[in-house]
T-cell receptor, first 117, second 107 residues
């Protein structure tokens, strides 16, 4: 148990559906991250929030929309996804990002396994 | 060519063996992470390094900044160490990941 929870753990959705992934951390962290892990590919960093502001957006398609309403919660809103978006989506949190240190040690959630049909 | 290369891709060992997993990178970094991913997807952060060596229980991680190389060692390996080990490097405000090394430790 890392102190980072994700729901749902599994999600199957059609290409026309709208769904949201939720991440919650109980560690008092101020930075949160969304990662994507596709089959047979390395992890990819999607979004970074620090102190509830988005600080990184790695050319992610607009069908993925993150939201960070407070430092404990992070959402990933999904709409009109494609089958190639099927992957494991991982959330992580850390202490605040500092300009002299970058990202700190991250604590990962268990992930949401998404299947787009 | 991936900026972060891990070797080997797959590794099978007998319980008790000493394990080494290597990571080489081609970019300037501010830190390097070693992660452990268990079947089912959960990831645990093992180490964060910017220089030298760190030890935690049976795990040892080293980094040579000049050679752009890091190693993760597992002493007295155990079947519960079976997992995918991922090397990740911080490049400014980005993270780059290796493809992972799948370790299987047989009893």
């Amino acid at each position: 148990e890392t102190g980072v929870t994700q729901t749902p753990r599994h999600l199957v959705m059609g290409m026309t559906n709208k769904k949201s992934l939720k991440c919650e951390q109980h560690l008092g962290h101020n930075a949160m991250y969304w990662y994507k892990q596709s089959a047979k590919k390395p992890l990819e960093l999607m979004f970074v929030y620090s102190l509830e502001e988005r600080v990184e957006n790695n050319s992610v398609p607009s069908r993925f929309s993150p939201e960070c309403p407070n430092s404990s919660h992070l959402f990933l809103h999904l709409h009109t996804l494609q089958p190639e978006d099927s992957a494991l989506y991982l959330c992580a949190s850390s202490r605040p990002i500092r300009s002299d240190r970058g990202y700190d040690e991250q604590y990962f959630g268990p992930g949401t396994r998404l299947t787009v049909t | 060519k991936n900026e972060v290369e891990q070797s080997p891709q797959n590794l099978t060992a007998q319980e008790g063996e000493f394990i080494t997993i290597n990571c080489s990178y081609s970019v300037g970094i501010s830190a390097l992470h070693w992660l452990q991913q268990h079947p089912g997807g959960g990831i645990v952060s093992l180490f964060m390094l910017s220089s030298g060596k760190k030890k935690h229980g049976r795990l040892i991680a080293t980094i040579n900044i000049q050679e752009k190389h890091s190693s993760l060692h597992i002493t007295a390996s155990h079947p519960r160490d079976s997992a995918v080990y991922i090397c990740a490097v911080r490049v400014n405000n980005d993270m780059r990941f290796g493809a992972g090394t799948r370790l299987t430790v047989k009893p």
